[in-house]
């Protein structure tokens, strides 16, 4: 790759099957720009996805990149980066993915603070499996398998991540292209785990979490007083169940990356073509 | 062969038995004595009774026997729970003075020697001791070296002090006097040494080793008996060669993470049992679909769900097979005795990587938990040889391109087997996934793509047929009429079995198979027989079901996976070329 990346080199030229005016084509174009605005390049970029409508995203993208199981996007991810620390690691993933079957990941990977970027394509609902409820449809949200909504309360996703000790948590919205894309950009280059919840509205089967829903409730962090370094402020913020926001609501800067925590920099790709030196040195441990 | 020697230390869980029992065998290993050990954790009733054995001989033991000559009983459980093993001759050691032990009986004609573990322990320095009072007795007993005995005791404490090693070894003279004193040398026995230097280890530990010495360094793992010793053997010892282990949050988890490293060109792995395997067979077909790299030790306990935990059984055969949904080809290897795990471990990433596929690395509990001696040079490291198959670079990076310039990570080969580009090469940047793929590994649902792919990847398994060696290892007799083919840890017990029957004029072929996928063609030999006896430990015969099979008459086959159903006509079609070929030969 040569050194002038543009932000196409991250396209495939795999036509996307998202259904025309869906958020995901927003989502990723942001997150192209933020890689390539970054200084990375695909040869050094890993893209991991999950499964749903935001899973295809590692088709429509070029780098080195995983498609997975439904719901394993962030253990992969971390497999990656941990034995790659030279690469630049994003995974993207639905609520579905992130929140109902990989919820009990994201808590940990959370956790573990490893040096990487969580992109959740946040449509709140089950679009490719034709419209059902998902665990961020609001309670009295209608759908083909909740016709009298879901009747319980949505996970909030910020929430979950704040109580695991997150050190950077972010939301943004497809159609704010610019502001999306340096969401996505500072998570990229936050020190440790950058997790960004991405609204990115379903045109086909969701008529209330919409564009315009979006545009008119959205308070954009930024324009407030919010102190992202603030963590009971940015507590205030994600309980509150009333407010729909986007922008960084937490960073912690004293962040310490997994790697750095356990001392890890190897390229664990790289081995000689034996049993390493000093190898007998375990024999000798079982005299 | 020289006489073996059959020894254990045995009383509640929590009363030191398995680092007595450590100690003692190190101690025998140290003296240039062959040592095979084994557990019994038993938890079947109440009570936490638990007992370390060592069985040791001048010659090589590989195996467990019903027999037991000296017996250090910290409980009346102790005796009870060995009475079927003990004999006239046997010893059995006990602190007659412990509240417990006041009103044991020695049963039959055996000899009970009552030496004050915990007074003459708290003489030497602290009752915590009594384990090792006992040990001196023992070598009293048997007439081992106790100055044995101080280099193992030495290794177990040496970093807590010398002082702590020198309380030892005074407990340890207090005992072994004491039995001079009041016993005489009345026992029948008498442990000779050599100048032979061995090491002692496990099956778990010798896959840890393995692992290292293959280049592994990324393993995740989450705790489970019988596999949790290979993920604390490599921690702390695989970062010293570059590696890490991450305790996951679940087995779902950790084959993802593995998954992930394997991704990014590290060789990675993770170790657990049947539980685990189960939930790990979610991302098992994707593993093998995206074509990467991955070892998945199994060490088996008995199932099915939370089964006996600490007990053997080869259940998983058909689960390691077959399991997933869908059809894609894995290799399962099952290393016979504790040096192959080690060199099975090895040979495990080799074929992941030069195959581009998922192996299963099964051991079971009886290899995971048993120690055993070998000597240093059975684990040659110059002997590592490390085959990471068809890496591209950035110079030929371009030869496996598409006109476009897209990367075929999945490109149709001859052999089946196609390039791989570690991230970060140059140009090489590619998308895999569980999705049916083209040769750039992009999602198609076109059908000839869908069944070139599918033969592409079941090609692999005929060229590994071809290239690589699948021998089984045999034993005793190779014109006998009678042929035992086993598989996994049997292969020590049916070895020493030969002597026993060679002994009333009995001869066996034995054939131990580590490879059960792809495995090797045993029809000859089958044929050959005239009686044929598969030996494992389950149930329903897995691998003689697999033998069997492989020694039927074919049917003819008739095989469809582009997607797309049966039609009537191409059946009829299909039916009647085959009648056609058949009345043709």
């Not at chain 1, 034996?274 to 040195?281: I, L, M």
């Not at chain 2, 394997?262 to 189960?278: F, K, L, N, Q, V």
């Not at chain 2, 009829?572 to 009345?583: D, F, H, Q, Y």
């Amino acid at each position: 790759m040569s050194s002038e990346i543009r932000f196409t080199d991250f396209k495939s030229d795999k036509q996307p099957t998202w259904c025309p005016g869906c958020g995901d084509f927003g989502t990723m174009n942001g997150m192209m720009k933020a890689l390539a605005e970054t200084g990375n390049d695909p040869d050094n970029t890993f893209v991991v996805a999950g499964i749903g409508c935001s899973g295809k995203i590692g088709t429509y993208m070029h780098s080195y990149a995983l498609h997975g199981v439904h719901g394993r996007a962030l253990p992969v991810g971390t497999g990656v980066k941990l034995a790659r620390p030279d690469i630049e690691v994003m995974v993207a993933g639905g609520d579905g993915d992130g929140y109902s079957i990989g919820a009990g990941h994201f808590v940990h990977a959370v956790r573990r603070n490893v040096d990487m970027t969580y992109v959740v394509m946040d449509n709140r609902i089950y679009g490719l499996t034709k419209g059902q409820a998902s665990p961020t449809s609001r309670d009295d949200f209608e759908t083909s398998t909740t016709p009298e909504g879901p009747k319980q309360p949505p996970v909030n996703p910020h929430a979950l991540a704040l109580a695991s000790g997150a050190t950077f948590i972010a939301q943004s919205f497809s159609s704010d292209a610019l502001r999306h894309q340096e969401i996505v950009q500072r998570a990229i280059e936050h020190d440790g785990f950058g997790f960004v919840n991405v609204y990115s509205p379903c045109v086909t089967f969701n008529d209330v979490d919409t564009y315009d829903y979006f545009r008119d409730s959205l308070v954009d962090l930024e324009e407030t007083d919010h102190d992202p370094t603030d963590r009971d402020a940015a507590k205030d913020v994600i309980l509150d169940s009333e407010k729909e926001y986007q922008g960084v609501v937490y960073q912690d800067e004293s962040s310490v990356p997994y790697t750095e925590q356990h001392g890890m920099d190897a390229d664990m790709s790289d081995i000689p073509a034996g049993a390493p030196e000093n190898a007998t040195d375990l024999v000798r441990e079982f005299y | 062969m020289a006489a073996d020697f059959n020894w254990a230390v045995g009383g509640e869980a929590g009363d030191g038995i398995d680092s007595t029992g450590k100690i003692f065998a190190q101690a025998l290993s140290r003296s240039g004595r062959h040592v095979f050990t084994s557990k019994d954790f038993a938890s079947r009733i109440r009570g936490g009774y638990t007992a370390y054995k060592v069985r040791t001989s001048v010659d090589k033991v590989q195996s467990v026997v019903d027999r037991l000559d000296v017996l250090i009983a910290l409980t009346p459980r102790t005796i009870d729970e060995n009475l079927d093993e003990l004999h006239d001759e046997s010893v059995v050691i006990y602190d007659g003075e412990r509240t417990t032990m006041q009103n044991v009986e020695i049963p039959g004609e055996m000899t009970g020697v009552d030496v004050p573990l915990k007074r003459l322990a708290e003489d030497a320095g602290g009752a915590i001791m009594r384990n090792v009072v006992a040990l001196g007795a023992a070598c009293a007993v048997a007439d081992f070296p106790i100055e044995n005995l101080d280099s193992a005791l030495e290794k177990r404490f040496g970093d807590k002090g010398q002082k702590l090693v020198d309380n030892n070894k005074e407990a340890a003279r207090a005992g072994r006097a004491y039995v001079d004193e009041e016993y005489d040398h009345e026992f029948p026995y008498e442990l000779e040494t050599t100048d032979e230097d061995y090491v002692l280890l496990n099956g778990d530990e010798a896959i840890g080793m393995g692992a290292i010495a293959a280049g592994c360094r990324f393993y995740a793992g989450y705790p489970i008996t019988p596999a949790t010793d290979v993920m604390t053997y490599l921690t702390g010892r695989i970062e010293q060669y570059g590696g890490h282990v991450v305790q996951a949050e679940d087995e779902l988890s950790a084959v993802n993470m593995a998954l992930g490293a394997a991704r990014g060109g590290a060789r990675a792995m993770t170790a657990t049992s049947g539980p685990g395997i189960d939930l790990m067979t979610e991302t098992f077909g994707l593993v093998a679909t995206s074509e990467t790299p991955l070892v998945i030790c199994n060490v088996m306990r008995s199932g099915p769900s939370t089964g006996m935990p600490t007990k053997q059984e080869q259940g998983d055969l058909n689960h390691m097979l077959y399991g997933g949904h869908g059809e894609v080809p894995r290799f399962v290897l099952a290393p016979t005795t504790i040096d192959e795990c080690f060199w099975k471990t090895v040979e495990a990433f080799n074929l992941a990587e030069k195959y581009q596929l998922p192996v299963y690395l099964t051991a079971d509990l009886s290899l995971a938990v048993t120690e055993q001696t070998f000597s240093p040079e059975t684990f040659d490291m110059d002997a590592v040889a490390i085959d990471r198959g068809f890496v591209v670079d950035e110079s030929t990076v371009s030869d496996h391109q598409t006109e476009s310039g897209g990367f075929k990570p999945h490109a149709l080969t001859d052999d089946g087997i196609s390039p791989r580009a570690l991230p970060g090469t140059a140009d090489g940047a590619h998308m895999s996934t569980g999705l049916e793929h083209d040769e750039q590994g992009r999602r198609t649902e076109d059908t000839d793509m869908r069944v070139e792919q599918v033969d592409k990847r079941n090609r692999k398994v005929e060229t590994a047929e071809t290239r690589e060696d699948w021998s089984p290892r045999e034993f005793g007799d190779p014109d006998a009429d009678t042929l035992v083919i086993t598989w996994g840890s049997n292969e020590g017990a049916l070895v020493e079995a030969l002597d026993i029957l060679g002994e009333s004029g009995i001869d066996v072929r034995v054939m131990a198979v580590p490879y059960v996928f792809p495995r090797p063609d045993l029809s000859a030999a089958i044929e050959a027989a005239e009686t044929v006896l598969v030996v494992e430990c389950n149930e329903t015969g897995q691998f003689a079901n697999l033998i069997e099979r492989d020694a039927l008459t074919r049917v003819e086959r008739v095989n469809k996976y582009t997607g797309v159903r049966f039609k009537a006509d191409e059946l009829a079609a299909e039916i009647r070329s085959t009648l056609t070929g058949a009345v043709e030969a």
